[in-house]
């Protein structure tokens, strides 16, 4: 059982930053590809980014693609989404989520169904 626990998120301004933090607990960690989706008032879940398991990798959707960033510091069970020139359209809740078996399926990285567990959301609020 994996539990992850997002933190960072608050409100900013446009063109501010943001550093969110998923920290996880109970599994495996370095055999973890971790995600992070989005959901925004009355839209659907999207993906944002993923790292890799072993962290050489990462993806990202083409409308966060040069502002943000995934990282992941195996010592520490935590991932990172640097978060920068953020917009107004990035106002959203966001979720970390963890794919515990990711070589079985590499490409479905962006498939919210892919993930096994899922934190409980940070709130990014950007104004403009």
């Known amino acids: 059982q994996v539990q992850l626990v997002e933190s960072g998120g608050g409100l900013a301004q446009a063109g501010d930053s943001l550093r969110l933090s998923c920290a996880s607990s109970?599994?495996?960690?370095?055999?973890?590809?971790v995600g992070w989706f989005r959901q925004a008032p009355g839209r659907e879940r999207d993906f944002v980014a993923r790292v890799s398991w072993l962290g050489g990798s990462a993806d990202y959707a083409d409308s966060v693609k040069g502002r943000f960033a995934i990282s992941r510091d195996n010592a520490k069970n935590t991932v990172y989404l640097q978060m920068n020139s953020l917009e107004s359209q990035d106002t959203a809740v966001y979720y970390c989520?963890?794919?515990?078996?990711?070589?079985?399926?590499?490409?479905?990285?962006?498939?919210?169904?892919?993930?096994?567990?899922w934190g409980q959301g940070t709130r990014v609020t950007v104004s403009s």
């Open positions: 109970g599994g495996a960690f370095s055999t973890i590809s």
């Open positions: 989520a963890a794919d515990t078996s990711p070589y079985a399926h590499p490409d479905d990285y962006a498939r919210s169904e892919a993930y096994d567990y």
